[in-house]
């Protein structure tokens, strides 16, 4: 059999899936293994004994100072700036890539403009986001919401225009107004391709959320990890990339959920 | 029977290119005219023309007396050969798309009793195309024959004054377009419609119209063919009787089909 059409079902899919991880796993603990019984006090690649050990007090034990417990408000904090900043984005991506997408002279006024921004590196842009709404919460999220808009508006705006015309003028001959077009036709199409787009986002939001962390701010998990790189804390460093990583593949799994389930219509000629 | 749709004069022109030229054509109403010629004859635009898609660069097109405005309206329904339906609403919340669009100009959506009335007048509908069992699925469900039912039944929902039909059985297969053909004629029949169908197929074109018209460009400049548009260069009048003893087809327009299968083949 040619090496093309051999197609794994879906339980060896899952266990070849799991497989290269594994694999990851394994060599760590080895590499880990080594360097331990040649320096038992090595700080660069921790035990999973050093790691549960370290990550212990963070998660069960009060910070003195604040009385918080530290993983869990590391999270909130994180989640919230991340969720608030990508509501903003999605609802402001879907209100002006509607009207860039729908009306051609629209397109035609701020078409640049979109484009213009969205080829601005937004880390470039943090400097000026600290200065001009200070080191709060504000200026994290309008980070996110800067670097991730603009993508999110071009996409839907494509998306919206390459409807194919035949459908916008049988809804016209049906007697449909723009106004219609655009709640009837356009927003329920472009809905699904908004998550496509949010879940595609997600990883330059994560970027985007622990940078503006790491430059100024005092709590949270980007926050965290940069603060204990001064101390060579691998032990809380890698938890802590781990469950950022556990956190995005579950909001990935959970808007890919809601797509199929909000828009089965959408997940049908796919299958 | 009078005249539901006159050109008088209309010339389509692209800048320098001249797509249409001196179409003059009445369309009496419950006609149904099929509409044949190479590809590039103007046979979709004209078809744009009427829809309102396009204007005229000169003359005048009138429907039922009146000028028509460059703009799609409820008066001209339209099935395309593709992507007609909405492929996120169900069949039946398809066909009720255009009541919902005339009767809630805000919401586009009907409530109550109203609902259920035009759900209740889609559905007879659904079934007069044959779709009485698949009110609820989606067009990525359908196969394209259903589609193409489920376009029609959206069309006459809407109770246009002139159907236009573009090649709208040219994705199927035979035995399906054989199909669509009775129902097309049944509906036609039944609905008092006006038809134009632009088609590729002669024989389609002969068994269902009642007129036929074959466009082409009438002079051709071999140093600028843009210049000399198209037009109706043959308009037969099929009676009933010659469309029912397979009619004897003039040989000019033969040599159009040839012509036409010519160009189809240099394009594959």
Not at chain 1, 24 to 40: D, E, G, M, T
Not at chain 1, 150 to 169: G, K, N, S, V
């Amino acid at each position: 059999m040619r090496w093309v059409n051999i197609r794994p079902n879906r339980r060896n899919s899952l266990i070849l899936g799991a497989l290269p991880l594994l694999v990851v796993v394994v060599v760590y603990l080895f590499a880990a293994a080594i360097r331990h019984s040649a320096n038992p006090s090595d700080k660069i690649l921790p035990t999973p004994a050093a790691m549960v050990a370290a990550m212990h007090g963070l998660l069960v034990d009060a910070d003195p100072l604040s009385g918080h417990l530290i993983f869990w408000a590391d999270t909130l904090a994180s989640l919230e700036r991340l969720g608030i900043a990508l509501g903003i984005c999605a609802l402001s991506a879907l209100l002006v890539g509607m009207v860039l997408g729908i009306l051609p002279a629209a397109r035609a006024t701020f078409g640049g403009l979109v484009m213009t921004v969205a080829v601005i590196p937004p880390i470039a842009l943090l400097p000026i986001l600290f200065i001009v709404f200070g080191l709060g919460e504000t200026a994290k999220v309008a980070l996110i919401v800067i670097g991730v808009t603009p993508f999110l508006i071009r996409d839907l705006a494509d998306h919206i225009a390459a409807l194919p015309q035949e459908q916008l003028i049988k809804a016209q001959t049906l007697g449909a107004s723009s106004w219609q077009l655009a709640l009837r036709i356009a927003l329920p199409q472009a809905l699904p391709r908004l998550i496509a787009g949010l879940r595609l986002s997600l990883g330059p939001a994560w970027v985007y959320l622990i940078s503006a962390e790491a430059v100024a701010s005092d709590i949270g998990l980007g926050y965290r990890i940069f603060l204990v790189r001064r101390y060579l804390s691998m032990d809380i460093i890698i938890p802590y990339v781990a469950w950022i990583s556990l956190l995005a593949i579950l909001m990935d799994l959970a808007l890919a959920q809601l797509s199929r389930r909000s828009f089965a219509w959408a997940h049908q000629a796919s299958r | 029977m009078s005249d539901l749709l006159a050109f008088e004069n209309v010339w389509l022109e692209y800048g320098e290119k001249i797509v249409l030229e001196r179409v003059d054509l009445a369309i009496a109403e419950r006609s149904f005219v099929s509409i044949v010629g190479p590809s590039g004859a103007g046979k979709s635009s004209f078809l744009r023309l009427v829809l309102g898609q396009e204007a005229p660069t000169q003359g005048r097109i009138l429907l039922d007396g009146k000028r028509l405005t460059p703009e799609c309206g409820p008066d001209r329904g339209v099935v395309f050969q593709r992507y007609s339906v909405f492929p996120h609403l169900t069949a039946l919340r398809n066909v009720m798309f255009g009541r919902e669009c005339t009767d809630a100009r805000f919401t586009a959506r009907l409530f109550g009793a109203a609902r259920r009335a035009a759900a209740e007048e889609a559905e007879a509908m659904l079934t007069e195309v044959g779709l009485g069992d698949a009110l609820h699925l989606y067009p990525a469900q359908l196969s394209g024959g259903m589609q193409q039912r489920l376009a029609i039944a959206q069309a006459l929902m809407a109770r246009p004054r002139l159907l236009l039909l573009d090649e709208p059985f040219g994705a199927l297969d035979p035995g399906i377009r054989q199909d669509m053909h009775r129902l097309i004629l049944r509906l036609w029949r039944e609905h008092a419609l006006t038809v134009l169908m632009v088609t590729h197929d002669i024989s389609e074109a002969f068994g269902l119209g009642t007129r036929v018209l074959a466009f082409d460009k009438r002079r051709i400049d071999p140093h600028a063919p843009h210049r000399f548009g198209a037009t109706a260069v043959y308009d037969l009048e099929l009676t009933r009787k010659r469309r029912a003893a397979a009619p004897e087809i003039p040989k000019e327009v033969l040599r159009l089909t040839e012509s036409v299968i010519t160009n189809t083949q240099d394009s594959l």
